[in-house]
């Protein structure tokens, strides 16, 4: 290795660790502390609020409509949409979502999961 190759490998490595940790500092807040609730609403009409906070055991329930089931994994702290009988289930790969204004989609069955926070979190994304 040349010298000149080895100072662009540092140079690389330096840019991904510095992405990284500015990921983890400025874009995903913490949660501590906070009471994270998740609203699901399934054809813009509110079908249930749930305080992840407050979940001590795993749960799961479905939602029916316009022909399509939708299967809700809730878990202390997270919820994740899981099956679903959707032409195009691209919400798989989603997995769980945990944090202030996440948010879990389904186009065909118009179900939208979002997570509240008790405080208004800003991420670095939105400034």
């Known amino acids: 290795m040349k010298k000149a190759d080895l100072y662009i490998l540092s140079l690389i490595v ?8 500015f990921n ?5 807040q913490t949660t501590d502390g906070q009471e994270l609730t998740a609203v699901i609403e399934a054809n813009n009409e509110l079908v249930r609020e749930i305080k ?34 959707c032409p195009e289930p691209d ?15 389904c186009l065909p069955n118009f179900v939208v999961i979002r997570i509240k926070g008790s405080d208004a979190l800003v991420d670095g994304v939105t400034h």
Do not use: C, K
């Open 24 to 28: 983890e500092i400025f874009v995903y």
């Open 52 to 85: 992840l906070s407050d979940v001590t055991e795993p749960e799961v329930f479905t939602i029916e409509q316009r022909g399509y089931v939708n299967e809700i994994f809730v878990e202390p702290g997270r919820i994740a949409m899981g099956y679903a009988n």
């Open 14 to 21: 330096f840019a991904a660790v510095g992405m990284y940790g």
């Open 91 to 105: 919400h798989y790969h989603n997995n769980w979502i945990s944090r202030p204004n996440e948010m879990l989609v």
